[in-house]
């Protein structure tokens, strides 16, 4: 018995996936394929992916952003829980990663569901908001450059409805965020957002130690 998480040796962590992941064909397919990209480790782990897909059920979202797409992993899996009418904006820069993204959202048939935007997605999320897409959207994941963490807090809180959610990854960082003789820029980013969310009274908020820290923030009313 104990009153804190479970540290996930590899024993218990590969336990888990076996008793708890229901991965498709495709998405494993995709996994493996992006396994073999230097680049790799980017992907978010497939129970996180598994995890979020029950959120945005749970929450019957219709109309979601993503913010960092790379080969597509976690667009799939929020993508795969929207109902057919929902909607997945999809930011990222890289037209190279995203090409395979594209591939396996066709296959899935997904790809009428998630709109994919090209380039720095600050600016994609200020145009959604100059668009009216202000107080719409149900879900928001962020998983891009975390130097600009905190542009797309603020951007996405802008876009969310009240009682919406927004998840944020990386946020425990490798554990480097709790280790004062780390003070490189991304890392100082991440701190500096946490602190700024355990104080923000905008957001109800939860810190999970999944992957690689996902923080949770549902939109309070004003
Ligand atoms: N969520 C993805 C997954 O499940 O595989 C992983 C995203 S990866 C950690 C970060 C992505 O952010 C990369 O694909 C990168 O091209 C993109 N990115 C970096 N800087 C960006 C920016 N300024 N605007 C939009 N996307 C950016
Ligand atoms: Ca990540």
Not at 46 to 74: H, K, N
Request: hydrophobic share 40%; with cysteine; glycine share 8%.
């Amino acid at each position: 018995m104990s009153n804190r998480s479970i540290e996930l040796d590899d024993r218990v962590h590969s336990y888990l996936l076996d008793v708890s992941l229901r991965e498709s064909d495709l998405a494993r397919r995709l996994r493996e394929e992006t396994a073999r990209m230097p680049e790799h480790n980017m992907q978010i782990a497939p129970e996180q992916g598994q995890f979020m897909a029950m959120l945005v059920q749970l929450m019957g979202a219709r109309r979601c952003i993503e913010i960092g797409v790379f080969t597509g992993y976690s667009s799939l899996m929020v993508a795969g829980a929207l109902p057919p009418d929902g909607r997945l904006i999809a930011c990222d820069v890289s037209d190279e990663y995203t090409r395979v993204a594209r591939r396996y959202w066709k296959e899935a048939g997904l790809d009428d569901r998630i709109e994919l935007r090209l380039g720095p997605a600050l600016e994609s999320l200020e145009a959604l908001l100059q668009e009216g897409g202000g107080s719409s959207f149900d879900f928001a994941f962020i998983d891009a450059d975390k130097s600009n963490y905190d542009g797309y807090y603020e951007a996405c809180l802008q876009l969310l409805r009240t009682g919406g959610l927004l998840a944020i990854d990386n946020t425990l960082w490798h554990g480097t965020v709790a280790d004062p003789t780390v003070d490189d820029r991304d890392t100082r980013a991440i701190r500096a957002l946490n602190l700024k969310l355990r104080d923000d009274s905008r957001v109800d908020l939860s810190l999970l130690p999944i992957g690689d820290g996902l923080t949770l923030c549902r939109k309070r009313g004003s």
